[in-house]
């Protein structure tokens, strides 16, 4: 079930949307386990894998082959790259996804940096800004965001050179500035959360971006705002070709 994140925004809407027959799932992860410090590339590793997993299971009766989307936020979007990752490198028994995977929105997501310290710093501030009645409750520590940031960045890297973003649709939701209207952490900029890939969507979050607008498409048409994610959203009810 869609849950509401104190970091990076507000999945809820989800639930509210007609998806017209399409399956959607959600994954849930152990956020404490992630921040514990000393195995953060490890966990994140075995949480992708069990991403996989999940998803091979669902699709394993499946008569026809369909797409594959992901809509992530913040540290879940960490997650569903390393999971194309390990999808691209054991792809005997994980091809199908890495084959499929048609689109992908990062709500909120560390793509980008200017080198490890900056990340840090990144990820520090988002960290301890939401620490306090969030999800990540009292887990967070220096040594978390240590090791947290040296997990993205090695990760980002690898999902470059995995080309997976070449033969997707990439949609990047980003932070604006300091905006009261918006649950997004303006550590997760423009610049940190788009990818800068070739044909990549790049959408500024605001208040029209809340669960309130995605309850239909008419009332988003009405209110016109962001067309571009409206778009986007029908690329995920898409018959399967």
Known sequence: MPWRNQGAGDSSWMRYRHWEGKRVMSFGYDVRRI?????????????????????MSERKNDIMRRPISFLAHDIGGIIV????????????????????TRFMIFY????????????????????FGRSMNSKFGDAVTMKSTESLAAATVEINGLFLLSKNILRTHVVSIYAGGYEKDIDMDPVFDIYCSTLGAPFERQIKCGSADQAEIFQN????QLRTYNPRLLNCLDLLTEKPS
């Open 81 to 100: 790259k390393d999971a194309l990752i390990a999808a691209n490198l054991y792809s005997k028994t994980y091809g199908d996804i890495f084959d499929y």
């Open 108 to 127: 909120g997501c560390p793509h980008r940096s200017d080198g490890i310290s900056d990340m840090e710093n990144r990820i520090a501030r988002f960290l």
């Open 217 to 220: 498409q008419q009332k988003m």
């Open 35 to 55: 921040l514990a410090g000393h195995q953060t590339r490890e966990v994140i590793r075995k949480q992708a894998l069990q991403l996989l997993d999940d998803l």
